[in-house]
Nanobody, 128 residues
């Protein structure tokens, strides 16, 4: 079964950077739309960023625009989320989600229901 696997979480000081990666072992991630979501303690899960299968469609939550960058590495068949200028409010479990719907040039982080497969999450903690 398709199961996204996240990596790259950890503990970093405010202002620091982290790079998260998502892969789908045994399945071609380059064919799918990928979304990153996060859930902070006591809060609902929220969309962070997404990238379509062609990479032409990308989206970011207002809270991370200008600080996070999503990208594909088709040679490695991974999707990465480069996070910079990290803030305390970025502390959360980050989830990679995959949509197998045919939408090569668009993506959304406003509708979790568009994503059929979810990873188990990776913890990102921002603390001084």
């Amino acid at each position: 079964q398709l199961r996204p696997v996240e990596s790259g979480g950890g503990l970093v000081q405010p202002g620091g950077s982290l790079r998260l990666s998502c892969a789908t072992p045994g399945f071609p991630l380059r064919m799918y739309t990928v979304g990153w979501f996060r859930q902070a303690p006591g809060k609902e899960r929220e969309g962070v960023s997404c990238i379509s299968s062609s990479a032409r469609g990308q989206g970011y939550a207002d809270a991370v625009k200008g600080r996070f960058t999503i990208s594909r590495d088709n040679a490695k068949d991974t999707v990465s989320l480069q996070m910079t200028s990290l803030k305390l409010d970025d502390t959360a479990v980050y989830f990679c989600a995959v949509s197998v719907e045919s939408m090569p040039n668009i993506c959304t982080i406003l509708d979790e229901g568009r994503y059929q497969y979810w990873g188990r999450g990776t913890q990102v903690t921002i603390s001084s």
